[in-house]
């Protein structure tokens, strides 16, 4: 079974509109992380948010925002007031177990693919 | 300093070929990772060290040999590889703090072609 679970492989935006990418996660370990990262065509991964199992509140980091609901086990990240150089490939991705103990194992959903038109 | 560097950007290389790809950070982490990445799929683990010392090895074929000098750099030497090899690689670090988040920051990653 998927242990992360991005269901819309390419997703259309407005500039300047928000937009909310989907992720469901399934895990039966109670300490757990959620990331979001950003992959441009360059290649490279950036972190963009975390959430943790036991935040009470929403993660926030600037444009970014965590949508986290953990009875129905999903974490959508939200993108305000897109621009275009949001254009990229969005992972969701959950590392189990606390912290310094599982030696930082991600897994990772299989991406959405983010195009903001002008 | 908040980057991970990776060298080279790209590498074609034969399958008789011995190479190296290397990547440093400079941020004090503990842990650093190899991953193997597809065009348009997730980036698939390959290696964690943690400490400095082989923590995780998921599988990957002896073709592949992490190797960790010191706890700023790490090393993958490649050797007899494959077409199907080709792939771009990345490497990240991390903090292992307890309770931290401990998000893992990528290198720009190296291209390679096996030829």
């Known amino acids: 079974a998927q242990k992360i679970t991005q269901t819309q492989p390419g997703m259309f935006v407005q500039e300047k509109e928000a937009v909310t990418l989907d992720c469901t996660y399934d895990?039966?370990?109670?300490?757990?992380?959620l990331f979001w990262y950003k992959q441009p065509s360059s290649g490279e991964m950036i972190f963009l948010i975390y959430?943790?199992?036991?935040?009470?509140q929403n993660a926030t980091e600037g444009r970014y925002s965590l949508n986290f609901q953990k009875a129905r086990k999903s974490a959508n990240l939200v993108i305000s007031a897109s621009q275009l150089g949001d254009s990229a490939m969005y992972f969701c991705?959950?590392?189990?177990?606390?912290?310094?103990?599982?030696?930082?194992?991600?897994?990772f959903g299989q991406g959405t693919i983010l195009t903001v038109h002008p | 300093d908040t980057e991970v560097t990776q060298t080279p950007k790209h590498l074609v290389m034969g399958m008789t070929n011995k190479k190296s790809l290397k990547c440093e950070q400079h941020?004090?982490?503990?842990?650093m990772y190899w991953y193997k990445q597809k065009a348009k799929k997730p980036p698939e683990l390959m290696f964690v060290?943690?400490?400095?010392?082989?923590?995780i090895n998921e599988s990957v074929p002896s073709r592949f040999s992490p190797e960790c000098p010191n706890s700023s750099l790490l090393n993958l030497h490649l050797h007899a590889l494959q077409p199907e090899d080709s792939a771009l690689y990345l490497c990240?670090?991390?903090?292992?703090?307890?309770?931290?988040?401990?998000?893992?920051?990528f290198g720009p990653g190296t291209r390679l072609t096996v030829l």
């Open positions: 990240a670090s991390s903090q292992e703090t307890s309770g931290g988040p401990n998000e893992q920051f």
């Open positions: 895990t039966s370990d109670p300490s757990y992380g």
């Open positions: 959430q943790g199992s036991y935040d009470q």
């Open positions: 991705a959950m590392r189990e177990g606390a912290g310094g103990t599982s030696y930082g194992k991600l897994t």
């Open positions: 941020m004090g982490h503990r842990a």
């Open positions: 060290y943690s400490y400095e010392k082989l923590s």
